[in-house]
């Protein structure tokens, strides 16, 4: 069982910068892939970004890409979200996932189905 729980969301205004957090449980978090995903009211949870296992390689939506960096380290359990440029559209619920059974990382790790484990969630607010 992995356990995940975020931290660093928070009420910004547009441009300012947020760097979200995510501490998982288990001896084996450096085999897992790591994403986040957010989620607006009423809407699918969509796939912000993700990091392999080793952080050798990353993914992003087109959306975040060149304003997010998804980064991670092994020996504290911890994956970060660094969010740069912010923009109200950027609102909504960030979550943090884990893939403890990923094989083909380019091939899964947008795809909200991959991913076993899920934190609780934390709230990123940008006001125009």
């Known amino acids: 069982q992995v356990q995940l729980v975020e931290s660093g969301g928070g009420l910004v205004q547009a441009g300012d910068s947020l760097r979200l957090s995510c501490v998982a449980s288990?001896?084996?978090?450096?085999?897992?892939?790591m994403g986040w995903f957010r989620q607006t009211p009423g809407k699918e949870r969509d796939f912000v970004a993700a990091?392999?296992?080793?952080?050798?390689?990353?993914a992003y939506a087109d959306s975040v890409k060149g304003r997010f960096t998804i980064t991670r380290d092994n020996a504290k359990n911890m994956v970060y979200l660094q969010m740069n440029g912010l923009k109200p559209e950027d609102t909504a619920v960030y979550y943090c996932?884990?893939?403890?059974?990923?094989?083909?990382?380019?091939?899964?790790?947008?795809?909200?189905?991959?991913?076993?484990?899920w934190g609780q969630g934390t709230q990123v607010t940008i006001s125009s």
């Open positions: 996932a884990a893939d403890p059974n990923s094989t083909n990382f380019l091939a899964t790790s947008r795809t909200r189905t991959s991913y076993d484990y």
């Open positions: 990091i392999s296992w080793s952080g050798s390689a990353t």
């Open positions: 288990g001896r084996t978090f450096s085999n897992y892939v």
